[in-house]
């Protein structure tokens, strides 16, 4: 075995299958779990077991995982008459929610950053960034996240020169809520590198002003990537900050297992999560995805986290091992290197389809199908080189033939290498056509549906996509009658906010924004809608042995909320409140009285 390959498996061990002795010590020294047994009764606790709602009288926890789910009679002979009683008052107990898709680091960067959602104009967006400009310490780039374009006045993203009015010798970068699509000032691209003689990068484009040369300003795709790579790293208090911020509001909608799906979108993603382990900062577990470009480097991260956290040979981590709640050695100090993410595509007016846009998006020539982002050499080698491993591989594609390339990589993998339980994740997974489900399902990947997308995109893909694509969009009613795992993700700060009970509302009533039904022969029950966040979403990520449910021997991940999904006007899931999120039986959010 190569020195390369032996420091890739050890890395790669580390993050999936290597406890830290450091975190486990800890673990034993304070445990995250009460060391009291807790029965909860009195309310309506849904097990989340098997494909119709199951109720249970009682649950008991011990040491952060379920002791029992059952009648309350078993419940309190297993607790022991010591045991602490939590009346839940009528209120709902759930599985703790799992984050299939969200940017956890990138979110916890942007609770830094100006808040661009809902700019009416330039003019808003450039007010709200020259508040930035005060708040930004010196060095650092002034940045703002979550405009549209398509919903300001002027429909378009702002120019260079529009930014320089906010600072003219300071790097200005404002990126758009789909996270695909950004602009800068002139400063910004000189710090980057880029110039008018710099070309387009493949699967992107800086947009040109009339002599087909000179930078305007906006930038999608790949382009954006080159720009925001070169932004000055978080470090220090700003780093911990990023993480602690996106921990508590993770936790305030009910998530116990959160996902970064991209490591590596900014060039200090790596720094702030080896920082979290170092330093204990997480109250919730994060599943990392790292992004493609920067695999290498988060594998050396692991390696150098390896070194550190290094099992020693004294049995000591074995007894330690034993005592730690999850059971799931794959965590460090709550942190997993679970995959690697590619992007196969673009957004809403970029997305890579084997037929052209019904309507050509805006800047666009037609016929227009989206862009290809990657070549298939490259995925190719992906899967030739991970198929066998644990490490999953997460693809972004909103297009169809995004989704074929996908399948082909995949169909090359199992011919040479023979089937694995590998679950590689269809990220988006916008428009599948009917013949390729059969494929995902003989190869076992699964789907993670962007429902939280309907509400503001709903109406432009009906218009965009057409008849046909949008009816069929994130085909959630089809894999349900197909009996195929799928799930519902936000990818937060695509969204505004990490909230899983939105998905579970747009899953079931599938409203754009205007109130028009989008799909609504791809609507689903609640049940099903919220086990695409629960037992489904823990089979994505691996996870089912210990989270996902509520049955006995698994973690003590709980959500209790102020009314039953299952039990309320539908179109008002979104409105029900978390009041508290329980992680290995220790309370991480409770909701203020």
């Not at 995250?32 to 047994?37: G, I």
């Not at 990126?175 to 002139?186: K, M, T």
């Not at 089937?419 to 013949?435: C, E, G, N, S, T």
Request: glycine share 8%; with cysteine; hydrophobic share 40%.
């Amino acid at each position: 075995m190569s020195f390369h390959h032996s420091f890739r498996v050890l890395s790669v061990c580390l993050w999936l299958g290597v406890a830290s002795a450091s975190a486990l010590a800890q673990q034993s020294q304070a445990p995250n779990a009460s060391p009291q047994t807790t029965v909860y009764l009195g309310g309506e606790i849904l097990t989340m077991r098997g494909m119709s709602p199951e109720y249970v009288e009682s649950l008991a926890v011990k040491d952060g995982k379920i002791l029992f789910a059952g009648p309350l009679a078993e419940s309190k002979k297993l607790a022991g008459e010591s045991a602490l009683t939590i009346d839940l008052g009528g209120k709902t107990l759930l599985p703790g929610f799992i984050d299939t898709h969200g940017h956890f680091v990138y979110f916890g960067k942007n609770l830094v950053d100006a808040n661009l959602f809902n700019c009416a104009d330039i003019a808003e967006l450039i007010a709200r960034m020259r508040k930035q400009v005060d708040r930004t310490p010196e060095g650092a780039w002034i940045v703002g996240f979550g405009y549209q374009a398509r919903s300001m006045k002027e429909g378009r993203p702002p120019t260079s020169e529009e930014l320089d009015l906010i600072s003219a010798d300071r790097p200005v970068m404002v990126v758009d809520s789909s996270g695909h699509l950004g602009a800068a000032n002139s400063a910004a691209f000189k710090a980057a590198g880029i110039s008018a003689e710099s070309p387009d990068p493949t699967g992107g484009m800086f947009a040109r002003k009339p002599d087909g040369k000179s930078l305007l300003g906006p930038m999608e795709e790949t382009a954006l990537n080159a720009v925001r790579a070169k932004r000055p790293p978080f470090s220090g208090e700003l780093a911990s900050r990023a993480i602690t911020g996106a921990a508590e509001v993770w936790a305030s909608y009910g998530q116990t297992t959160a996902m970064e799906a991209g490591l590596g979108l900014g060039n200090d993603d790596i720094g702030i999560v080896t920082n979290a382990i170092d330093n204990k900062l997480l109250s919730i577990d994060l599943y990392v995805a790292a992004k493609d470009s920067a695999l290498d480097d988060t594998l050396a991260a692991a390696y150098s986290v390896a070194t550190q956290y290094n099992p020693d040979s004294t049995g000591i981590v074995e007894k330690l091992r034993a005592s730690r709640p999850d059971l799931d050695n794959r965590y460090v100090n709550r942190v997993r290197l679970g995959g690697v993410k590619f992007w196969l595509d673009g957004s809403l007016d970029t997305a890579w389809f084997t037929q052209p846009y019904s309507e050509t998006p805006a800047g666009k020539t037609a016929p227009f199908s989206g862009y290809r982002q990657i070549p298939d050499e490259v995925l190719d080698r992906v899967f030739d080189k991970y198929w066998t491993s644990e490490l999953q591989i997460h693809m972004h594609m909103n297009g169809d033939a995004a989704a074929d390339q996908a399948l082909n990589a995949i169909s090359k993998a199992v011919k040479k290498h023979g089937m694995r339980d590998h679950r590689p994740v269809f990220v988006h997974a916008a428009w599948l056509r009917l013949d390729q489900i059969e494929p995902i399902k003989r190869y076992g990947a699964v789907p993670s549906f962007l429902t939280a997308g309907i509400i503001p995109g709903g109406d432009a893909v009906v218009r965009l996509w057409g008849a046909e694509r949008s009816a069929g969009a994130m085909a959630s009613r089809t894999f349900l009658r197909s009996n195929l795992p799928f799930t519902f993700s936000h990818d937060a700060p695509v969204s505004p906010t990490p909230s899983i009970l939105a998905l579970v509302d747009a899953g079931v009533n599938r409203l754009s924004g205007t109130g028009k039904v989008v799909g609504p022969d791809e609507r689903i029950p609640p049940y099903h809608a919220l086990r695409a966040v629960t037992a489904m979403a823990a089979y994505q990520l691996k996870e089912e042995q210990s989270k996902g449910t509520l049955e006995a021997g698994k973690l003590a991940d709980l959500v209790i909320l102020d009314k039953n999904p299952l039990k309320v006007e539908s179109t008002t899931i979104k409105d029900i409140a978390v009041l508290e999120t329980i992680k290995e039986g220790k309370t991480v959010f409770k909701k203020p009285q």
